[in-house]
Each structure stands twice: as C-alpha cells, then as structure tokens.
C-alpha cells in the first residue's frame, strides 16, 4: 500500500475488488487509466467543494464529515471499513503508521494476500475475511 491508495474519501484503494481483480482492472482513484463508471464521476471525489482538486482528502474540507461521507462510511463498516476511522487514524498517527496497520490487518492469515473489503473471503485461497461483518 502507498500513500496515493488513500481515495480522496478515506476508503483505500487496494481493498477494492476493481484494484483486485484480473481483468479490466482499475487503476485507484488517485491515478489516471481504467476505473469503473461509477468511480469516474463520483460525488464525492468531485465535490463542489474540492473547488477542482479531486485529490484533496474530504478530511481537509470545512464541512467534513458531510452527509455524502457519512452515507459512505455507514455502508463500508460492515465490510469492516470506515473512511471517517481511517481519516482520524491518520490524523493520529500519520500516513505511513496508518497504511503499515492497515496493510497488516487486511492482510490474509492463511496467505499473506490482501483481503478484498468487498468478499466474505480470500480470493486466493478462500480463507475467511475476519474485517467482513456477518450483520447483512
């Protein structure tokens, strides 16, 4: 994980099942090439209030966490995620003390790859993804 991995709404890159997948693959929010339609024109990476910096954490906007931001954390905490969570662990610890927990409370036990927020399990070996709540 890098520090370009970190979407603009906190949720990181290399947990998407886009960045994972083999075929037609995307590239992450932060870099130019191959994303999916919905990450093209996302509303909150192109949020009036970025003023046209795309790349600008919503962290750093003075109307942090808007209403777009809470919608998106409420729906990815039961993949085990919360973009607000990630935006206060960086706050407290930094970028790369952030990405190196991260990196090593996503990764698989049985494996040692990265676990897709999105699936119940591995990809690689089917192991199952302890982040991915049993509540839906």
Known sequence: M???????????CDLCSGYQREKNTCVGCNNDGNKPGYCE???????????GNSALLCSKCSKYPCRRLKNLDKRYRKYGESPIENFKSIEENGIRVFLREEKTKWEC????QLLCVQKRTCSKCGENNKMYSNIY
Not at 109 to 112: A, L, R, S, W
């Open 2 to 12: 890098k520090s370009n991995s970190i979407a603009p709404c906190g949720l990181i």
């Open 41 to 51: 024109k996302c509303s909150i990476k192109f949020c009036e209030e970025k003023k």
């Open 109 to 112: 036990p049985q494996c040692g």
